[in-house]
């Protein structure tokens, strides 16, 4: 069989040094690159060619989510490139966010499995054949998420009273709102009557109705 071409991508050396090591002693791969940001890997893998790529969430240049643009720019431009994202922390955006294309070629693992060879080898080598993999607790993570959202007040609410609730927690006044969505203050007014019954704030005065109503979208919306 033909090894599996493997580029690492992280911007703290230690880390790629961890993974070479682990993965020096699976013969059915060869690591053919190591890099430590976002250009430096899409380079490698315009030059290596590789299988799979093994990368960090954050990395330079911003250190905000380069490993999953990365990810979702290969889907586009490399969709035979399998895609391993490690994370330090089960997050269930990024897990959403990485197989928001399509599970396809595409595995989340928290970064403590680097220790566990075999964890990370079974990986690369389902990604490499078009499967997916994702951490058991990335999916307990995403199902609390799901119950929470659930369960969230805010679930009862329209598409359109989400964004007017998110407009008035922003502190903003119905003729404001109005404004903003091309509509009329007396629709402005009726959307966040609804908005206070749904979130039964029936029995207060208006403007500590807003404040909470702004309070529950606010802690909510840092909840997901």
């Known amino acids: 069989m033909t090894a599996i071409r493997v580029v690492l991508a992280d911007d703290s050396y230690l880390v790629r040094e961890a993974l070479e090591h682990v993965l020096a002693g699976a013969q059915q791969l060869d690591v053919v690159g190591s890099v430590a940001d976002r250009d430096a ?49 089960a997050e269930p955006r990024y897990g959403l966010a990485l197989l928001d294309g399509g599970s396809e ?12 060879r075999g964890q990370l080898v079974a990986a690369i080598e389902a990604v490499a054949q078009g499967d997916s993999v994702i951490d058991a607790r990335v999916v307990e993570a995403l199902i609390e998420a799901q119950v929470r959202a659930e369960r969230s007040p805010l679930a009862e609410l329209t598409p359109r009273e ?26 402005v007014e009726k959307h966040i009557n609804a908005i206070f019954l749904k979130l039964g704030l029936t029995y207060a005065e208006d403007v500590s109705r807003r404040v909470t109503a702004a309070l529950i979208y606010l802690s909510e919306a840092d909840g997901r």
Request: no cysteine; net charge negative.
């Open 105 to 116: 070629g595409r595995a989340y693992l928290l970064k403590e499995r680097i220790q566990h």
């Open 41 to 89: 890997l899409l380079k490698a893998v315009d030059e290596e060619r590789p299988d799979v790529v093994v990368t960090d969430i954050r990395m330079p240049p911003t250190g905000a989510d380069e490993g999953l643009q990365v990810a979702a720019r290969l889907r586009e431009t490399h969709p035979e490139i399998g895609v391993v994202v490690l994370s330090q922390y």
């Open 162 to 187: 989400l964004e007017i609730l998110s407009f008035v927690a922003r502190g903003h006044s119905n003729q404001a709102i109005a404004d903003e969505l091309v509509l009329t203050k007396r629709a």
